[in-house]
Structure formats: structure tokens, C-alpha cells
Antibody
Framework: QVQLQESGPGLVKPSPTLSLTCDVS??????????WSWIRQHPGRGLEWIGY???????SYSPSLKSRVTISVDSSKNQFSLKLNSVTAADTAVYYC????????????WGQGTTVTVSS | QSALTQAASVSGSPGQSITISCTGT?????????VSWYQQYPGKAPKLMIY???DRPSGVSDRFSGSKSGNTASLTISGLQAEDEADYYC??????????FGGGTKVTVL
């Protein structure tokens, strides 16, 4: 059974970088059939796609966040990570990681989400 | 890229059918048959309900169906039940190799 689990600081001060990790179990992140994606949801708002990474390191980012986002993969740990620079209160959200089935471009498996609050 | 357009809310009585629309552009919804629909309960992660415009993952009720015409995709829920009350989001792959979500539709069962 494939499972994804986000982890990271729940409360961060406005700072240079927010870092989150998604641990993947039940499938190898290097299997090649999937992208590994980050999505966020601001309080009471809709879903916002952040970006995805392929196990080779190839990435795609949302145009609105591209200047501040880096997604990386660590195949040895079967995990991928999100770094968001110059975070402000506007980055307060629930952050989800998800597995994207390449052949269908759909997010079939999601993590439970982790709440990040940016506040001084 | 702009978010796909969805109505903020749709309601129906038990047993009725409702349809949620998702309007995009020729660069996303109209470009590929890669439209997905997700159901989300408060405080929970989204759940995939429809992919590739009209395919259902195993375990999803056949009361849920999807379609597309041009730049607009639709999700129909037939035989509406109380458990269907949730938020629904559409998503599309785009010609820029990115994804875009709709703003979400709150379904209320009267």
C-alpha cells in the first residue's frame, strides 16, 4: 500500500526558507511511472498546485511560485522535499504531497497534509 | 496560468442529480483529456474521484461520472446522498507541463 507522509515545522517565523519533506512508502520513488508533487491549501480556500519532480530531478513549477520554489528528490531515502523562499504570512497553508500517475496526469495518492503557520 | 472556473456552490435534494462545471482554456482543459476531479471533506486530504475526464478509480461509486466538451469539463453526481456533501475540485494538466486546479465547488445536500 502506497503511503505519503509530510513532515516539517508547524510554526515558522517569516524567514528565508520553509522546508518540508514527504516520505514515500510502498513504492520506490525511482520507479519511473510517477511525478512527485506538492500542493497547498490556504485556510478556507481552494487547492493550489506548487510543482512536481521526476526521480531524475526534472522539475516543473507553478508560474506564480517558480521564483521562490525548489523541489528536490532523495532516492536513497525514498523522499522528496519542498523549499519555499522568502515566506510570509501569505504562505500559511496546509501543504500536501501527492503521487502523480504520469500516464494519466492525475494525483491518485495524497499525504494527509501538514499545517504550516507563518507568524512572527 | 489562471485557476479553472467552478461555481462556488451547488445544492440538491437526496436522490437528485447535480452537475458541477469546470471551465478552462484551450491550453488546459481543452488541450488534453487529463481532467481529474477530487472530493474533499473538511480537514481531510482530497480523494481522487474521476481521472482522464471520465474514468473512475476502483472503489468510487458509479454515481459519479465525468465528461468534457471543448474547454469545459463536468462532474455529475447521480442519486445524491448525504455523504456526497463535500467540496469538489477539478484539475487539469496544461500545455506548459504544469497542473491547475479549479476554485472548488461546495456541494450541499438539502
Amino acid at each position: 500500500q502506497v503511503q505519503l507522509q509530510e513532515s516539517g515545522p508547524g510554526l515558522v517565523k517569516p524567514s528565508p526558507t520553509l522546508s518540508l519533506t514527504c516520505d514515500v512508502s510502498g513504492v520506490s520513488i525511482s520507479s519511473g511511472n510517477y511525478y512527485w508533487s506538492w500542493i497547498r491549501q490556504h485556510p478556507g480556500r481552494g487547492l493550489e498546485w506548487i510543482g512536481y519532480i521526476y526521480y531524475t530531478g526534472s522539475t516543473s513549477y507553478s508560474p506564480s511560485l517558480k521564483s521562490r520554489v525548489t523541489i528536490s528528490v532523495d532516492s536513497s531515502k525514498n523522499q522528496f522535499s519542498l523549499k519555499l523562499n522568502s515566506v510570509t504570512a501569505a504562505d500559511t497553508a496546509v501543504y500536501y504531497c501527492a503521487r502523480v500517475n504520469i500516464g494519466h496526469s492525475t494525483m491518485r495518492v495524497w499525504g494527509q497534509g501538514t499545517t504550516v503557520t507563518v507568524s512572527s | 496560468q489562471s485557476a479553472l472556473t467552478q461555481a462556488a456552490s451547488v445544492s440538491g435534494s437526496p436522490g437528485q442529480s447535480i452537475t458541477i462545471s469546470c471551465t478552462g482554456t484551450s491550453s488546459d482543459v481543452g488541450a488534453y483529456n487529463y481532467v481529474s476531479w477530487y472530493q474533499q471533506y473538511p480537514g481531510k486530504a482530497p480523494k481522487l474521484m474521476i481521472y482522464d475526464v471520465s474514468d473512475r478509480p476502483s472503489g468510487v461509486s458509479d454515481r459519479f461520472s465525468g465528461s468534457k466538451s471543448g474547454n469545459t469539463a463536468s462532474l455529475t453526481i447521480s442519486g445524491l446522498q448525504a455523504e456526497d456533501e463535500a467540496d469538489y475540485y477539478c484539475s487539469s494538466y496544461t500545455s506548459s507541463s504544469t497542473f491547475v486546479f479549479g476554485g472548488g465547488t461546495k456541494v450541499t445536500v438539502l
